[in-house]
Nanobody
Framework: QVQLVESGGGLVQAGGSLRLSCAASGRTLSSYVMGWFRQAPGKEREFVAGITWSGGSTYYGDSVKGRFTISRDNDKNSVYLQMNSLIPEDTAVYSC???????????????????WGQGTQVTVSS
């Protein structure tokens, strides 16, 4: 069993930055594909960014490419999402997911993730 806890969300003005963290306990994350997803009110969960177990491959949703960066520190059992140049459309609850898989491909389908955190709210004001 893996427990995930997100942190780092908050209120920021457009153009600002935030860094989200996803800390895991229960198991080491070194064998897990990790992903960040977000969900705004009235909208479906959207893939934001993902990273393979080794950190060797990353992939981003079209709406965040060039602005967001996902990274991981397996020694700290954590995954991060650096968000720059934030826009109001980035406002959502951000959650991290984990799937135990030694895949070289990032998983973008949320249904394939086995564990989720409770989410952290990100609000971008205009």
């Amino acid at each position: 069993q893996v427990q995930l806890v997100e942190s780092g969300g908050g209120l920021v003005q457009a153009g600002g930055s935030l860094r989200l963290s996803c800390a895991a306990s229960g198991r080491t994350l070194s064998s897990y594909v990790m992903g960040w997803f977000r969900q705004a009110p009235g909208k479906e969960r959207e893939f934001v960014a993902g990273i393979t177990w080794s950190g060797g491959s990353t992939y981003y949703g079209d709406s965040v490419k060039g602005r967001f960066t996902i990274s991981r520190d397996n020694d700290k059992n954590s995954v991060y999402l650096q968000m720059n140049s934030l826009i109001p459309e980035d406002t959502a609850v951000y959650s991290c997911g984990a799937r135990r898989e030694h895949s070289r491909v990032v998983i973008i389908d949320p249904k394939r993730y086995d564990y989720w955190g409770q989410g952290t709210q990100v609000t971008v004001s205009s």
